[in-house]
T-cell receptor
Framework: NAGVTQTPKFRVLKTGQSMTLLCAQD?????MYWYRQDPGMGLRLIHY???????AKGEVPDGYNVSRLKKQNFLLGLESAAPSQTSVYFC?????????????FGEGSRLTVL | AQSVAQPEDQVNVAEGNPLTVKCTYS??????LFWYVQYPNRGLQFLLK??????LVKGSYGFEAEFNKSQTSFHLKKPSALVSDSALYFC????????????FGAGTTVTVRA
């Protein structure tokens, strides 16, 4: 009963390095999201996807790219990491068409950029 | 634009006492309102939601919330708090005209002392 799985859980990068966070869900959900969580700021939406092959920008998309090649996977990429991207990243998914349903979250990926 | 405010960064209560976590919202249409809880080093878990109907909503772990349209509030309540309720609580809102994006408050840390 995995739900939403994020890998890796922890990562330390140097400024300018690149990396990809992987999110996988086994609930056949259409909608997937990437959020970042910073102290005192709650969760902010980075990018989201409403189905396989589609992506859209959220509130804070700069410096990130995403891809949804398969329905169950949603990848978040950092092409050139910056210290401002130090954060905890959460992936979430949801099935309800009108989104009256709740989001299911992964356990988070803690990223530190030095 | 939609937004959520959680006016208290921290709430401290004694075990067995009532617990209230405040939330106010702003939307242009009808709101869909949610409460989530986050335990240390974990992802967010859904507690309850208000979509339509009865203003008093009951959720997981004995929590309930009251929707008040005139005061644009959706306060979370529990009649008798437990030490295990100590966690970070997030209120979230979605505007019915804004299908995909869920906006979160900054979070309220609840500490229940024995």
């Amino acid at each position: 009963n995995a739900g939403v799985t994020q890998t890796p859980k922890f990562r330390v990068l140097k400024t300018g390095q690149s990396m990809t966070l992987l999110c996988a869900q086994d609930m056949n959900h259409e909608y997937m999201y990437w959020y970042r969580q910073d102290p005192g700021m709650g969760l902010r939406l980075i990018h989201y996807s409403v189905g396989e092959g589609t992506t859209a920008k959220g509130e804070v998309p700069d410096g990130y790219n995403v891809s949804r090649l398969k329905k169950q996977n949603f990848l978040l990429g950092l092409e050139s990491a910056a210290p401002s991207q130090t954060s905890v990243y959460f992936c979430a998914s949801s099935s309800a068409k009108r989104l009256t349903g709740e989001l299911f979250f992964g356990e988070g990926s803690r990223l530190t950029v030095l | 634009a939609q937004s959520v405010a959680q006016p208290e960064d921290q709430v401290n209560v004694a075990e067995g006492n009532p617990l209230t976590v405040k939330c106010t919202y702003s939307v242009s249409g009808n709101p869909y309102l949610f409460w989530y809880v986050q335990y240390p080093n974990r992802g967010l878990q859904f507690l309850l939601k208000y979509i339509t109907g009865d203003n008093l909503v009951k959720g997981s772990y004995g929590f309930e919330a009251e929707f008040n349209k005139s005061q644009t509030s959706f306060h979370l309540k529990k009649p008798s708090a437990l030490v295990s309720d100590s966690a970070l609580y997030f209120c979230a809102v979605r505007d019915e005209a804004n299908d995909y994006k869920l906006s979160f408050g900054a979070g309220t840390t609840v500490t229940v002392r024995a």
